[in-house]
């Protein structure tokens, strides 16, 4: 298990090179620079500020600078705000979606392996037709217009009582966090309940079931103690593409909800063409996923035996 | 041959009238037609026939693990100590599977659950059925695993299935059925899927066992040599039906039904006629979605006749003590004579 974990540590780390260099090159692909965006810049004060920050050297020798900054934490000065530093910009702004992210995720589980469980026990009688057909809405529709109805929704039952009972938008307090987190979970949380009940249907048919039937244990111990824990393991298995499927959602619901977390910053700095700031976001994330995508495959040994001890 | 009547009058478990079917897509399947047996104690019970004949179908149905829908079961009793224990819901069920009756499959490496220890699986049944700690079930799974010569059994108890062979496997199987002391053990083709010279070990203990622990066997095969080593009395199964049955030496040396001459011609011997031509059943048994109103085997059978066509044939008992019967109307008194078949009135050979 340690060689194992190791060895998807290292391989983690050459991933996040990877997205790094992928998106300095891209970035310098792109035509124009941070500098475009001050209008009226004579060619003098254009060029000071090129030296101040390293854009007058060559793509490769910043390059080596930005690998080595990187490498020692440093993603150096935001372009477009005020002398703030990149690391600031995460470190204020990181924990809001953090906390999004994991409720999301958190929701999304639960509810998929619940409601994946139940249609399971109730194939093709009405609590399974009902549940599929909700399922299918939560995977075609995406998740902006869940993050408006819900704000609809949220208006509604505030109206009704009068009073601001479940804030509509903003950031702070855990019902705050509520709506936005089930409406960023929604997708994934209906992929799940599908992934789940098939699993637990083709599980019921396994040889090992009928073992467990000879062997005159009770329909709810078997459900519990045979067929669960084998029939969440595929659902493990796509746990960390979700995450970035969550985390990538979330900018959009960030934006709906106004809230305060690092994908605003994201994606106004692609739009400003902020190069610190896209470089300082663009690897924090892909290192943040690829770090989630190993805790996944941990956990998964940690059900599976034949993973952890082989 | 005296022990083995007395035994046959101390039955265990009777089946009477079985019938089994299943609701497919292309129609109803009538996978075991009107099955009769009984199964006496300490002896073994082999349970012959091709592929598909409804060997598993008829010790499912008495496990109550014939999933319904699509089967049914449509008629018939199964007597354990005299009750019946067919159809009954899970909870009344639980009181004697894995109690009284325990039961290992064709294909270990998959009838053991992947993500949970062998010792685990063991004890659990010790939990639910004795009601043991965790700690006295574990250690009595140890010691069973023990009982069936498990290598180091504390290590393997520890151990998840995949780390285990095939043969282990059945061992553990063996292990984990015998665990509350079952009267009878069924074994649906327990070593069809394991290498030869693993299939002698786990026949063997599968016989010791049997002495030690004084348990009924119902052992399903397709093989003639596994039967001939291991069963007191024989089922031949054809079509859904048991076409005769009797005590081993009756069936291999006085085989009375075409299909049971059928298939000892079709099983190779090992031991002084090699040379001799193996002559497999010509054909294929007859569809069980409309089973023939005659007899089943008729479109495969040597000597079948008119009668035999239209009209299924009654059990002709064969022997004193009504041990060994034939479903074949050969056994009339009336049917003309036939070459290497036993028939009624012929000398017995014992
Ligand atoms: N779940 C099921 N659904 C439909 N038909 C079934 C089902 N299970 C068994 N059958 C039918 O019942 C018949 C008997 O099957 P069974 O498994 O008892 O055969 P078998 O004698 O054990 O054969 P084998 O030697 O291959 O194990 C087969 O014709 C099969 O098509
Ligand atoms: S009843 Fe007729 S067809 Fe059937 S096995 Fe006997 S002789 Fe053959
Ligand atoms: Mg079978």
Known sequence: MLAYTLKRLLAGIVTVWFIATATFTAMHMVPGDPLMNDKAVSAEIRANLERKYGLDKSAPEQYVIFMKNMLSGDF?????QQNRQVNDI????????????????????IGGVLWGALTALYRNRLPDIIIMFLVI?????????FAALGQLLLVNINSLFGASIIPVAGWGTFSHMLMPSMVLGLGTMALLTRLMRSSMLEIVNEDYIRTARAKGLSPSRIFFRHQLRNAILPVITVLGPQIAAITTGGFVVELVFAIPGLGRYFVQAVQQLDYTVIMGTTVFYGAFLVLMVILVDILYGFIDPRVRLS | MSDMDDAYKDKILEVENLNVEFSTYGGVVQAVRGVNFSVGRG?????????????????????????????????????????????????EANKFRGVEIGMIFQDPMTSLNPTMTIGDQISETLMVHRHL?????????????????????????????????????????????????????????????????IQAQILELMSELQKTEDMSIILIT????????????????????????????????????????????????????????????????????????????YARCPHAMKLCETKQSEEFILSSNSSHFSKCWLQHPEAPKTDGLFQAGDEHAS
């Open chain 1, 76 to 80: 150096g000065i935001s372009f477009t």
């Open chain 2, 222 to 297: 397709h093989d003639l040599a596994v039967v001939a080593k291991m069963a007191d009395r024989v089922a031949v199964m054809y079509a859904g039906q048991i076409v005769e049955m009797g005590a081993v030496d009756e069936i291999f040396y006085e085989s009375a039904h075409p299909y049971t001459m059928g298939l000892k011609e079709a099983m190779p011997s090992n031991r002084n006629d090699r040379a001799k031509k193996l002559t497999p059943i010509e054909g294929s048994p007859p569809d069980l979605f409309s089973p023939p109103a005659g007899c089943g085997y």
């Open chain 2, 43 to 91: 002896e073994t019970l082999a349970i012959v026939g091709e592929s598909g004949c409804g060997k598993s179908v008829t010790v499912q149905s008495i496990m109550g693990l014939i999933p319904t829908p699509p089967g049914k079961i449509t008629a018939g009793e199964a007597r354990l100590r005299g009750n019946n224990i067919l159809n009954l819901p899970a909870k």
């Open chain 2, 133 to 197: 700690s965790y700690a006295d079930a574990s250690a009595k799974a140890v010691a069973l695993l023990d009982k069936t010569r498990i290598p180091e059994a504390k290590k393997r108890a520890a151990q998840y299935p995949f780390e285990f062979s095939g043969g282990m496997l059945q061992r553990a199987m063996i292990a984990q059925s015998l665990a509350c002391n079952p009267s009878v053990l069924i074994a649906d083709e327990p070593t069809t899927a394991l290498d030869v010279t």
């Open chain 1, 137 to 145: 809405l939560g995977i075609s529709v995406p998740s902006f217009v």
């Open chain 1, 90 to 109: 995460i470190r204020d702004h990181f924990p809001v979606s953090a906390t999004l992210g994991i409720m999301a995720i958190f929701f999304a589980t």
